[in-house]
């Protein structure tokens, strides 16, 4: 919300220095942004009257002139301006001036023109930083002629002169606090800021005798999504500009000025914060008003000349055959005012702020009114508005309004109340202010203390306990007033299992030297690609970005490899010698039928290293690791098969990773990545990438850690080589190891591969060093060769021979 301090000295005395009224409205709840002062940038312009103009003698399109500037002596500036004549009242940028050119400050200084001299520049509305709209009688490619609505003092300073130089404070509103965002609401803050008075006259006008009720007539259709709707007529309509003081508070505010019937209605909106439409009655068909929820398949085309298809559950402005406006959002092509319209529908209404918000929503439109209804608006100041506006009318002479409007009313007349207690309120803030200062305070902010109760104002839609009244007393009381307490009672909250889990995670990543990055959950499709995701891959089915920042940022992430990739990719780029990274984050997966994805918690581990030489068994290493940490048990690594239940296997090298399983679940994949795609991440060195699913690990894992007492009796160990086919992993021949061994097994250990002329072609050996124990005793070489018999006889089911 911009606010002119101009159009809020018309109700509150604000004369204070800047500084300190951003500094004190800030303090009692209304966040000042920023500040500035309009064309601050104009250094040395000033008011100055053409005396005399001669055509250059050395050129057939430039001209010299003889400025008073009040200086004395007349000053001689060279244009090639057209529109320039004798006794014209006109900017003047003097010797070393500061104007705009292509949107940025220039320096002015004196020169030659063609050989004459030249000390300085008469300037256009784009060298001041203006444009038509805001002197609707200037030339937009000339030089800009002061009129009447300007003060022609000479060598007056050029902002003074043309009202360019208000004040304009940039206001953050929070979503509670909608009547803050107007003039009106903000002249409140400041009044009860500063211990002002606030001066807000009720709006009225004369009017002329009609019956509106002959010329218009209004039916609200759905009274919980439109609780008032106001109307009212004007007759014999005048379109013209609007005043200079009017189109100087609308620029401040950052409303470019257009007609003065659309300039009213932003005007009131600006100042009352209430949205109001001007609709041309003669597009009205049929002469009525129904406020309604859309069909099936209608059609609108607004205002910014769109076609929008609207659906049953959006509310709209309709007359008796289509929709003229989307309710709360924007009007219909044909509901503005034109150059010829002759009679105007004023309409105030109030619409359910959830509808707004979901109608601009599924439009994709943002609206001034559209930001004001969605926060929550009361009905009661609809009439307020409305009078206003025609009010202004009146004043600007635009036109004839008929005395009598149209007011369909289904509004609550129950204020807004909670209970009152000093105590409570002095008890929640730690502080001792006496009753009398609350009401006192509250009053100030227009609120009633009555019979153990406070009955809040109707622009106040945010009061519902009676920790809202304690905040007011706080907030105006002043913060910095309230003394210092100690934090009472204790704190017993602790972590839920899922919060412990997650927590054991990323310690086990830490100390395995991995770095945590945190990435947007918001990816470009693009990252699908740059893994080599398959065309039909269910992870491209995303969750789409309705108002997205752009295209980089467009879908929900349904992988988290990407963004691991992404950070990974970007460190090489600044040529780190090393990048070990993990992150913990949400994937968000559509579910067919729901509304809302679901978002499973993922960890994804990504690595690089140019120097230490670190590898696949480094990865599998840190898998492992975090096995361990988590108590997960019976844990196999397998090479991907067609039932892999992960679709990024595409992203690594086929002979160079492996998938986790649990108790015989997938629940991750590690491995190399791919080097087409090294290659989309403009990565050189080798990469290793992980993802594990952290809900499954949980699942499976064991937080109980078990005793086990030290061995009483010795072990004996088998060495153990089979010849098989090169295909065979050593998983394999381990997994069927430990289950012909059985309960006596204490460790399996691969120390040998070899491949060379003692072994067939195709062929492999592999050497394992076996570990028994029994508890119960020493074992015997008897029982221990029994338990070797069934290894070799178990390995020779798939083609293991004994070498």
Request: hydrophobic share 40%; charged share 30%.
């Amino acid at each position: 919300m911009d606010l002119s301090m101009k159009w809020l000295a018309d109700y509150v005395d604000c004369d204070m220095p800047i500084k300190d009224f951003v500094s004190g409205i800030t303090l009692s709840g209304s966040k000042v942004e920023c500040y500035n002062e309009e064309g601050d940038y104009l250094e040395n312009v000033v008011v100055g009257q053409v005396k005399e103009i001669v055509p250059h003698p050395n050129s057939d399109h430039m001209f010299i002139c003889q400025l008073d500037v009040g200086e004395g002596s007349l000053v001689q500036i060279v244009t090639g301006a057209q529109n320039v004549k004798k006794d014209d009242f006109v900017p003047v940028a003097k010797h070393k001036s500061t104007v705009l050119h292509d949107g940025k400050p220039v320096k002015i200084t004196k020169g030659k023109l063609r050989g004459e001299a030249s000390n300085g520049m008469l300037c256009s509305l784009g060298e001041l930083g203006l444009n038509i709209h805001d002197f609707p009688y200037a030339i937009e490619d000339g030089i800009f002629i002061l009129g009447d609505d300007c003060d022609k003092t000479i060598g007056k300073d050029i902002r003074e002169a043309i009202g360019f130089n208000d004040t304009v404070v940039e206001f953050e509103i929070t979503s509670n606090r909608p009547d803050c965002m107007s003039v009106i609401g903000l002249a409140r803050e400041t009044a009860a800021t500063f211990g002002k008075e606030l001066k807000v006259a009720k709006p009225e006008f004369k009017g002329v005798y009609g019956d509106v009720n002959e010329m218009l007539k209004v039916k609200i259709h759905n009274t919980d999504l439109c609780k008032r709707y106001i109307g009212a007529i004007v007759k014999n309509v005048k379109i013209g500009p609007s005043p200079r003081w009017m189109r100087e508070r609308l620029r401040a505010s950052g409303v470019r000025p257009i007609n003065n019937f659309v300039d009213i209605t932003n005007y009131v909106m600006l100042e009352y914060g209430r949205p109001m439409h001007a609709f041309d009655l003669r597009y009205v068909e049929g002469a009525e008003i129904n406020v309604r929820n859309a069909r099936a398949g209608e059609k609108i085309t607004t205002l910014d000349g769109i076609e929008r298809e609207l659906s049953e559950e959006m509310l709209v402005i309709a007359d008796a055959k289509k929709p003229v406006a989307v309710a709360g959002v924007m009007g219909g092509e044909y509901s503005g005012i034109m150059d010829d319209t002759t009679t105007v529908v004023f309409e105030s209404a109030c619409f359910d702020g959830a509808s707004v918000a979901t109608t601009a929503k599924k439009l994709r439109m943002r609206t001034d009114a559209s930001s004001r209804y969605d926060k929550g608006l009361d009905p009661h100041e609809c009439y307020e508005a409305l009078m206003r506006a025609c009010q202004l009318v009146e004043e600007l002479g635009a036109g004839e309004v008929v005395k009598t409007v149209i007011d369909e009313n289904y509004q609550s007349e129950t204020p807004l109340n909670v209970e009152f207690s000093a105590d409570w309120i002095n008890n929640f803030l730690g502080t001792d202010i006496p009753e009398a200062e609350m009401v006192r305070i509250l009053e100030k902010l227009e609120f009633t203390v009555k019979d153990g109760r406070v009955y809040a104002p109707w622009f106040r839609v945010d009061i519902g306990c009676k920790a809202d009244i304690a905040e007011e007393v706080a907030r105006i009381y002043g913060y910095n007033s309230i003394p210092d307490t100690i934090i009472r009672g204790v704190a017993n909250a602790q972590r839920t299992p899922k919060q412990n889990f997650e927590k054991k995670v990323k310690a086990a990543m830490l100390s395995m030297g991995l770095n945590e990055i945190e990435t947007f959950s918001f990816i470009s499709p693009k990252y699908f690609d740059k893994i080599a995701l398959p065309a039909d891959s269910k992870l491209r089915n995303t969750v789409t970005i309705m108002n997205p920042l752009g295209e980089d940022t467009s879908v929900m992430r349904t992988t988290i490899v990407p963004s691991v990739l992404e950070v990974v990719g970007r460190n090489y780029s600044y040529r780190n010698p090393e990048c070990y990274v993990f992150e913990m984050g949400n994937e968000y997966i559509p579910v067919e039928g729901e509304v809302l994805p679901t978002e499973p918690v993922r960890l994804g581990i990504g690595f690089y290293d140019t120097e230490s030489g670190a590898d696949f068994y480094t990865l599998k290493g840190m898998v492992e690791g975090l096995m361990n940490a988590v108590g997960a048990e019976n844990i196999e690594y397998e090479r991907p098969s067609d039932d892999c239940e992960f679709d990024e296997v595409s992203a690594f090298h086929p002979g160079r990773c492996a998938v986790v399983k649990v108790d015989g679940r997938q629940i991750g994949i590690f491995g190399e990545l791919h080097p087409k795609v090294m290659e989309n991440y403009g990565i050189e060195a080798r990469t290793y990438v992980a993802k594990i699913n952290i809900p499954e690990l949980m699942e499976l894992s064991c937080d109980t850690k078990t005793y086990k007492p030290l061995p009483k009796f010795p072990a004996t160990t088998r060495d153990l080589s089979v010849v098989c086919d090169e295909e065979v992993p050593a998983a394999v021949l381990e997994k069927l190891i430990r289950k012909a061994v059985g309960g006596i097994l204490e460790s399996v250990t691969l120390f040998d591969v070899y491949r060379g002329e003692q072994i067939e072609a195709g062929k492999k050996s592999v050497s394992y060093s076996i570990s028994m124990r029994s508890l119960e005793g020493t074992l015997t070489d008897d029982q221990a060769d029994k338990a070797m018999e069934k290894a070799v006889k178990e390995l020779s089911a798939i083609g293991a021979e004994l070498r």
